[in-house]
T-cell receptor
Framework: DQQVKQNSPSLSVQEGRISILNCDYTNSMFDYFLWYKKYPAEGPTFLISISSIKDKNEDGRFTVFLNKSAKHLSLHIVPSQPGDSAVYFCAARANFGNEKLTFGTGTRLTIIP | DVKVTQSSRYLVKRTGEKVFLECVQDMDHENMFWYRQDPGLGLRLIYFSYDVKMKEKGDIPEGYSVSREKKERFSLILESASTNQTSMYLC?????????????FGPGTRLLVL
């Protein structure tokens, strides 16, 4: 039972344009969401997060949007750069104080120069 | 900088062998995790540990066990390796506390079971 889903396994975007990665979840107890980025042969690294009390969080070129009613979050990267080519995982945590994260299936983003 | 290291980058084992994957973190983190990453399935949690000698099952613990004798070290054990355990194994650690702390990952061990 996949509680966190990333329905697009891959995405190609022209350099300089906006990349939009989507994530849907089913568990209404999730209260904190994170995006991780993974290069080949490396472990995932934290990118950006958002609490369920917010609907937007921005960090430089990266913005995460949360729509709680739709149980949907998205990651926007503007402008996209070749170094952004990687696999992106969204992750969610249920309940305050619970350290366990549930990860999505990942989206491979390719930035075309 | 948090450092999470894994003992091997690549491993090739035979079916039925006992396999040990070691993970060490240097930031005094209470929490440690073992995941496996498979195409189309993302990262799935095998086991996690909140403290020394404490462990809890994740989503897919079958066929695995873990050991945490020291705070900095978390071992994943495949008692009798099978071909369906061929995967990328990722270890992570995080600080305990009320405020969410991101998990820091090691580089991964790619295990092939023949």
């Amino acid at each position: 039972d996949q509680q966190v889903k990333q329905n697009s396994p891959s995405l190609s975007v022209q350099e300089g344009r906006i990349s939009i990665l989507n994530c849907d979840y089913t568990n209404s107890m999730f209260d904190y969401f994170l995006w991780y980025k993974k290069y080949p042969a490396e472990g995932p690294t934290f990118l950006i997060s958002i609490s369920s009390i917010k609907d937007k969080n921005e960090d430089g070129r990266f913005t995460v949007f949360l729509n709680k009613s739709a149980k949907h979050l998205s990651l926007h990267i503007v402008p996209s750069q070749p170094g952004d080519s990687a696999v992106y995982f969204c992750a969610a945590r249920a309940n305050f104080g619970n350290e366990k994260l549930t990860f999505g299936t990942g989206t491979r983003l390719t930035i075309i120069p | 900088d948090v450092k999470v290291t894994q003992s091997s980058r690549y491993l090739v084992k035979r079916t039925g062998e006992k396999v040990f994957l070691e993970c060490v973190q240097d930031m005094d983190h209470e929490n440690m995790f073992w995941y496996r990453q498979d195409p189309g399935l993302g990262l799935r949690l095998i086991y996690f540990s909140y403290d020394v000698k404490m462990k809890e099952k994740g989503d897919i613990p079958e066929g695995y066990s873990v050991s945490r004798e020291k705070k900095e070290r978390f071992s994943l054990i495949l008692e009798s390796a099978s071909t369906n355990q061929t995967s990328m194994y990722l270890c992570a650690s995080s600080l305990a506390g009320g405020v969410i702390e991101t998990q820091y990952f090691g580089p991964g061990t790619r295990l092939l079971v023949l």
